[in-house]
């Protein structure tokens, strides 16, 4: 399974970290992406990272302020958010893509970390 954590709540313009740590999954073989989900939104996708290519995917909404990376070695993908606004409040989940390509749909995800953003 997938375990996320390192939400929590900050003022705007602050940052978080987030990481993704496989528990008896390899995350090595995969791409893994980050989806979050605020009430009464659809979920987003905002990062992903392939495993083959190191290709990134952000959306417009957090460009140039998310950064997504992966530590194979300590099976962990992480996603830094910086400048945050009260717009990026939301559960954030990570994600296991069916192979190394971003675009392909997820199979397992974890259980969601909160990031509350004060403004």
């Known amino acids: 399974q997938l375990q996320a954590s390192g939400g929590g709540l900050v003022q705007a313009g602050g940052s978080l970290t987030l990481s993704c740590v496989g528990s008896?999954?390899?995350?090595?073989?995969?791409?893994i992406g980050w989806s979050r989900q605020a009430p009464g939104r659809e979920p987003e996708e905002v990062a992903c990272?392939?495993?083959?290519?190191?290709?990134?995917i952000y959306p417009h909404s957090v460009k140039g302020r998310f950064t997504i990376s992966r530590d194979d070695a300590k099976n962990t993908v992480y996603l830094q958010m910086n400048n945050l606004t009260h717009e990026d409040t939301a559960t954030y989940y990570c994600?296991?893509?069916?192979?190394?390509?971003?675009?392909?749909?997820?199979?397992?995800w974890g259980q969601g970390t909160q990031v509350t953003v004060s403004s």
């Open positions: 008896g999954l390899t995350l090595a073989y995969y791409a």
């Open positions: 990272i392939s495993n083959k290519d190191g290709s990134l």
């Open positions: 994600a296991r893509k069916l192979g190394s390509n971003c675009h392909l749909g997820d199979d397992r």
